[in-house]
């Protein structure tokens, strides 16, 4: 399907930071990701923003993830912060080329490891660990686009 197709889907997490600021530093640092668009609210808060990984924002093979501050809204009564809600729903899985460089890198900016990197069964590395909100994260050499022929 051509990437201007109206029928093209991407999935792009969100998720909700009691400091999502500080979160854009920390998963910047972290994780590798890049500022693609931050949009600053009252009192140096972030309102909304996205962080893109990869070659190239927007091109095959990047990958985004959008955060934000509660703003006390409709919406954000939907959301729990996984520390207060025991655990979390969703775990963003994120394909890198070095899973143990970026263990490493993660882990020196303070990621709690709750799996260390490990070769899986189903092929590719792996290694799971959480930012200082709680939120989960995997990230692995397993790409599931791959051409397995």
């Known amino acids: 399907m051509p ?3 109206p029928a093209m889907a991407c999935i792009i997490p969100a998720l909700r930071y ?3 600021a500080a979160a854009v530093d920390w998963l910047c640092q972290a994780f590798g990701f890049e500022r693609h668009l931050v ?14 990984l990869g070659p190239e924002a927007g091109a095959n093979g990047s990958g985004m ?8 809204g409709d919406y954000d009564r939907l959301l729990r912060d996984p520390q207060a809600a025991g655990g979390v729903t969703q775990a963003p899985y994120v394909v890198v080329a070095d899973v143990d460089a970026h263990h490493d890198r993660a882990k020196a900016a303070g990621a709690v490891i709750v799996m260390a990197p490990e ?4 092929g590719g590395r792996l290694y799971a660990c ?3 909100e709680g939120h989960l994260w995997n990230f692995g050499s397993y ?3 791959a ?3």
Do not use: F, N, Y
Not at 65 to 72: A, E, K, P, T, Y
């Open 130 to 132: 959480k930012d200082p």
């Open 143 to 145: 790409d599931p686009w």
């Open 18 to 20: 009691r400091d999502a």
């Open 65 to 72: 993830v959008m955060l934000d501050s509660d703003s006390g």
């Open 147 to 149: 051409d397995t022929t």
């Open 39 to 52: 949009v600053p609210g009252e009192g140096g808060k972030v309102v909304h923003a996205q962080l893109t």
């Open 3 to 5: 990437a201007d197709s």
């Open 119 to 122: 070769d899986q069964e189903h």
